[in-house]
């Protein structure tokens, strides 16, 4: 029970102490769900029930498990690694993997699943190796227009990694001052100073006084390096240089409600940011016009521009302030803003973290490989596509053609049959002149399927 207890008190103190530190990054969009993958072992298969022989007080439900329903075992991490590392094709000498033919679905480190894998699939990651070939052929990555979009890819992506970059940062400095300050035993003094202040925040239906006093004193004894995170994370706001509007924002009293937040307010329910949310929140208002709109607010963190009406955590709040007509600085009270503040404390402070994780050399590469096709590749083919297709001379239809195309999509049925043969032209002829461009630049730089699964 001892480590488990120790878990508990692990989390207590990270709940206290960084509670509300950092936004993690939204989900991205799921994979369709397949078959359960790594990070779990194989299980050992129940044993055979003969039908009908069930105990008493059993049921059929009893016996029946995950991989039975789905009707295949889950897999180790090492036989997923080894599915996504099988080369399916080959194109233009360049190998291409399953987990090429993954990046479509930005399949990120934790997943637990196998993306599926069919010959729609593979077939976009052979048109993305192609374009992107001849991008290179005909010298795109050499453009102006390359290097600015470039530059707007690699802004945007590094916005995405900010949440889990600050993750990162905290996780590395949490775990790099438990291992320099270990657990310690605290004085009967302190353990009682702290029993008087926050008894009566522990129910005293459940928790007996001695329960109370071990539970603290075990706090106490592991609080040392959050302490010295929090005090760590006060220096990054006193050196930080933050505007709003163009405006400079004082955040000493900010940085030094860090440092002063303690174990004693945690236990009594103060929020770990909370305080300094309104403080920061309070300082905006105080230099800024009362008829500014919140959603314009552009805050500058040292290197980084801040758009508030594009954060994707306050979009919802924001969109309530508006539809109440309280999107002005001075139209909410303090107690409607309080959830707006905290959010954007988190934001500001997540890029601070996010930013100091860059100068410690912590990135999204040392989690491990990332499954997304690669900025450079992305942009070049997204410039080059469209010109690629028009290139093509437009493929002409058959009346049979678009027959059969009106008969198979119900889509097109209701409409007016003018209308309908219309648009059935134009979607079927530019997906064959889209298809003719991509059979040309197999034939230049050459393809070679090696799966059998498709």
Not at 8 to 37: D, E, H, M, S, Y
Not at 221 to 241: C, G, H, I, N, V
Not at 275 to 297: F, K, S
């Amino acid at each position: 029970m001892k480590p488990r207890f120790n878990t508990v008190i692990a989390i207590t103190l990270g709940v206290i102490f960084c509670g509300g530190c950092v936004i993690r990054p939204g989900a991205k969009t799921p994979a369709p769900k397949a078959t359960p993958a790594a990070k779990r072992s194989e299980p050992t298969p129940p044993a055979p029930v003969k039908a009908g022989a069930h105990a008493k007080g059993k049921s059929v439900l009893d016996g029946l498990r995950e991989e039975d329903l789905l009707g295949q075992k889950p897999l180790t991490q090492k036989e997923f690694n080894k599915i996504a590392e099988e080369v399916v094709a080959i194109v233009g000498g360049k190998k291409i993997k399953k987990k090429n033919v993954w990046e479509a679905f930005c399949v990120p480190r934790d997943n637990d699943q196998v993306p599926p894998f069919n010959q729609q699939l593979l077939n976009q990651a052979i048109e993305n190796e192609l374009v992107y070939k001849e991008g290179l052929r005909r010298g795109v990555d050499k453009t102006e227009e390359f290097k600015s979009r470039l530059k707007e890819e690699q802004l945007n992506q590094w916005k995405n990694q900010v949440p889990r970059l600050a993750g990162l940062i905290q996780e590395k400095k949490l775990s790099e001052f438990s291992r320099t300050m270990p657990p310690s035993t605290p004085s009967p003094e302190k353990v009682e100073e702290l029993f008087a202040k926050c008894r009566a925040y522990f129910p005293r239906e459940t928790a007996s006084d001695e329960q109370v006093r071990t539970t603290l004193r075990t706090l106490l004894s592991r609080q040392a390096p959050y302490t010295a995170y929090q005090k760590w994370l006060a220096d990054l706001f006193d050196s930080a240089k933050v505007r709003v509007n163009g405006k400079p924002l004082a955040l000493a009293k900010v940085s030094q409600s860090l440092r002063d937040f303690s174990l004693v307010e945690g236990l009594k329910g103060v929020k770990a940011g909370q305080r300094e949310a309104q403080m920061l929140y309070d300082t905006i208002r105080r230099e800024l016009p009362g008829d500014t709109d919140v959603t314009t607010l552009k805050i500058e963190i040292n290197d980084d521009s801040i758009n508030v009406g594009e954060q994707p955590e306050l979009q919802g709040i924001l969109q309530q302030a508006k539809a109440a007509h309280k999107e002005k600085l001075a139209a909410p009270t303090q107690e409607e803003a309080k959830d707006f503040a905290l959010k954007l404390f988190t934001v500001v402070k997540n890029h601070l973290l996010a930013q100091q994780a860059k100068k410690e050399g912590i990135s999204m590469a040392a989690e491990g490989p990332l499954w997304e096709t690669p900025i450079e590749k992305r942009v070049i083919t997204s410039m080059l596509i469209g010109k690629i297709v028009s290139e093509e001379s437009p493929v002409e239809l058959t009346k049979e053609e678009v027959i059969a195309f009106y008969r198979t999509h119900p889509m097109y049925q209701g409409m007016d049959i003018e209308t309908a043969k219309k648009r059935i032209y134009e979607r079927l002829s530019g997906e064959k002149t889209r298809e003719a461009a991509i059979n040309r630049l197999k034939k230049q730089f050459g393809v070679k399927i090696l799966t059998t699964e498709l």
